[in-house]
C-alpha cells in the first residue's frame, strides 16, 4: 500500500488543523493507521492509531482530548484533526500503516510496514 500525507501547515496556538492520509488498495479496511510526528533532534513518536477491521482508536497521552483520528475506508483516508494546538505540537506527521500489528504494538514506529512521506505542522506562540 502507498501511503501520502497532506494538510500539514502554519497555525497559531489554540487553532486546528486536520491532517489527512490517502491510501492506495483495495483493501485499506485491514489495514491498522497510526499517526506519528518527529520534531528536530527527537525521536519518532507515536500520536494516535485506528486499528483495523473495528477501527478501535489509540491515543499518546499528549494528545488525548485534543486530537481525533478517524478513517473513511470507502475513501481510502484517514484524517488526524487536530484542535487546541500548542507549540510543542510542531513537528513533521508520518502516517503508517500495517496488516498484521497487534495491539500491543501499535505505539512502535518499527512495527509499521508502510509510511507516507510527512507533512510538517508548525504551531506558533
Known amino acids: 500500500v502507498q501511503l501520502q500525507a497532506s494538510g500539514g501547515g502554519l497555525v497559531q496556538a489554540g487553532g486546528s488543523l486536520r491532517v489527512s492520509c490517502a491510501a492506495s488498495?483495495?483493501?485499506?479496511?485491514?489495514?491498522?493507521v497510526g499517526w506519528f510526528r518527529q520534531a528536530p533532534g527527537k525521536e519518532r513518536e507515536f500520536v494516535a492509531a485506528?486499528?483495523?477491521?473495528?477501527?478501535?482508536?489509540y491515543y499518546s497521552d499528549s494528545v488525548k482530548g485534543r486530537f481525533t483520528i478517524s478513517r473513511d475506508n470507502a475513501k481510502n483516508t484517514v484524517h488526524l484533526q487536530m484542535n487546541s494546538l500548542k507549540p510543542e505540537d510542531t513537528a513533521v506527521y508520518y502516517c503508517?500503516?500495517?496488516?498484521?500489528?497487534?495491539?500491543?504494538?501499535?505505539?512502535?514506529?518499527?512495527?509499521?510496514?508502510?509510511w507516507g512521506q510527512g507533512t510538517q505542522v508548525t504551531v506558533s506562540s
Open positions: 503508517a500503516a500495517d496488516r498484521s500489528l497487534i495491539v500491543t504494538m501499535i505505539g512502535r514506529p518499527s512495527h509499521y510496514d508502510y
Open positions: 488498495g483495495r483493501t485499506f479496511s485491514s489495514y491498522t
Open positions: 485506528s486499528f483495523r477491521s473495528g477501527g478501535s482508536t
